[in-house]
């Protein structure tokens, strides 16, 4: 089943980042296995998952580093973000605060990250609307000028959470140029090959052109 999909198989590092308690674990656990847990333990350091998701056009390996949030941990965070393919920044709309150290997220990644990053604003917890401290349209705005994705999720109800994946995976299959004979680089191109094609996703090491691999 790998292997369909037009013969594309393409491994990428995604990140997420954002406050402690914004749900970015819940997120991925709502993708990775469909669960939810309304105590969810927090994060030391950084967790480590795979998922595979299989597009029309090309199979995308996804290794996603979970990010723990404290500011403790923020010295570890270049080496998570760097050489990620996408990065997701992760807020709760019912936490302003969460939302201004979200654009610092932003910003950090925008200036030390790699610079074709799929970066993408994600307003999580959206089944509490009641409780909303931030505005729909404040964080759409905000992700328009600065050129990333948005997505309002609730890892709760799983409201976008496949959808938020899926596009990024379209995103990273698109980043992928097509090559006549599959994923062989001709030799003009080895240089932009070993850009995208270059070092394993399973560590959280990387340098900035190591973002996409063929797996
Ligand atoms: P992280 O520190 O960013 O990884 O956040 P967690 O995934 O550990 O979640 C923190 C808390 O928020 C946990 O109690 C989760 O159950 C809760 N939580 C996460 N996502 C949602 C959501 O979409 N809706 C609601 N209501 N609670 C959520």
Same mark, same amino acid.
């Given at each position: 089943?790998?292997?369909?999909?037009?013969?594309?198989?393409?491994?990428?590092?995604?990140?997420?980042?954002?406050?402690?308690?914004?749900?970015?674990?819940?997120?991925?656990?709502?993708?990775?296995?469909?669960?939810?847990?309304?105590?969810?333990?927090?994060?030391?350091?950084?967790?480590?998952?795979?998922?595979?998701?299989?597009?029309?056009?090309?199979?995308?390996?996804?290794?996603?580093?979970?990010?723990?949030?404290?500011?403790?941990?923020?010295?570890?965070?270049?080496?998570?973000?760097?050489? /990620?393919?996408? %990065?997701?920044? $992760?807020?709760?709309?019912?936490?302003?605060?969460?939302?201004?150290? =979200? @654009?610092?997220?932003? !910003?950090?990644?925008?200036?030390?990250?790699?610079?074709?990053?799929?970066?993408?604003?994600?307003?999580?917890?959206?089944?509490?609307?009641?409780?909303?401290?931030?505005?729909?349209?404040?964080?759409?705005?905000?992700?328009?000028?600065?050129?990333?994705?948005?997505?309002?999720?609730? /890892?709760?109800? %799983?409201?976008? $959470?496949?959808?938020?994946?899926?596009?990024?995976?379209?995103?990273? =299959? @698109?980043?992928?140029? !097509?090559?006549?004979?599959?994923?062989?680089?001709?030799?003009?191109?080895?240089?932009?090959?070993?850009?995208?094609?270059?070092?394993?996703?399973?560590?959280?090491?990387?340098?900035?052109?190591?973002?996409?691999?063929?797996?």
């Amino acid at each position: 089943m790998a292997r369909a999909a037009g013969n594309r198989n393409i491994q990428a590092k995604l990140v997420l980042l954002g406050d402690m308690g914004t749900g970015k674990t819940s997120l991925v656990l709502r993708f990775v296995k469909g669960q939810f847990y309304d105590y969810q333990e927090s994060t030391i350091g950084a967790a480590f998952f795979t998922q595979v998701l299989s597009l029309n056009e090309a199979t995308i390996k996804f290794d996603i580093w979970d990010t723990a949030g404290q500011e403790r941990y923020h010295s570890l965070a270049p080496m998570y973000y760097r050489g /990620a393919a996408a %990065a997701v920044v $992760v807020y709760d709309i019912t936490s302003k605060e969460s939302f201004q150290r =979200a @654009k610092k997220w932003v !910003l950090e990644i925008q200036r030390q990250g790699n610079p074709n990053v799929i970066m993408v604003l994600v307003a999580n917890k959206a089944d509490l609307d009641t409780k909303r401290d931030v505005g729909n349209e404040e964080g759409e705005q905000y992700a328009k000028e600065n050129g990333l994705l948005f997505f309002e999720t609730s /890892a709760k109800t %799983a409201q976008n $959470v496949n959808e938020l994946f899926y596009e990024i995976a379209k995103r990273v =299959a @698109k980043a992928v140029p !097509l090559r006549p004979g599959g994923m062989k680089l001709h030799r003009r191109s080895q240089e932009r090959g070993r850009r995208l094609f270059c070092c394993s996703g399973s560590s959280p090491f990387g340098s900035d052109d190591c973002n996409i691999n063929s797996w």
